[in-house]
């Protein structure tokens, strides 16, 4: 399997939390893991990034907030160039969806813990 570096945005260090389930099923598969979040803190060994930092070689984005709070991270998303972005339940964005193509990011409407569980991540 291959490691594929991605970045869970809108990261939590709450246990009912997808994001934080997802963290953990990342890190549990093998992949690298950046978490960025509104709160500091860990899971599963990753540190929750308060702060935008420059990313490099990140295969994945996937998206654990609404499409208002995803706007702030637009520039951030597209300058970070990623293969592809999922949109998770509740984070559709047909907006979002038209910048990323544009730029030749892949859309995905998915769940990342459902690609995970079924080998299709």
Known sequence: ????????????????RYAFIAINKL???GHSVIAIGQNAGEVAGVTIRTKNI????????????????????YNYILETKPKRV????????????????ANGIQVEVACTLVLLATNQY
Not at 60 to 69: A, G, H, K, S
């Open 1 to 16: 399997m291959k490691n594929k570096k991605t970045v869970v945005l809108g990261a939590s260090t709450k246990p009912d």
């Open 27 to 29: 890190v549990e598969k």
């Open 54 to 73: 420059p990313l490099a070689n990140i295969h994945t984005v996937t998206l654990y907030l609404n499409p208002v709070r995803q706007r702030d991270y």
């Open 86 to 101: 999922i949109f998770n339940p509740g984070t559709e964005n047909p907006e979002f969806y038209q910048l990323l193509k």
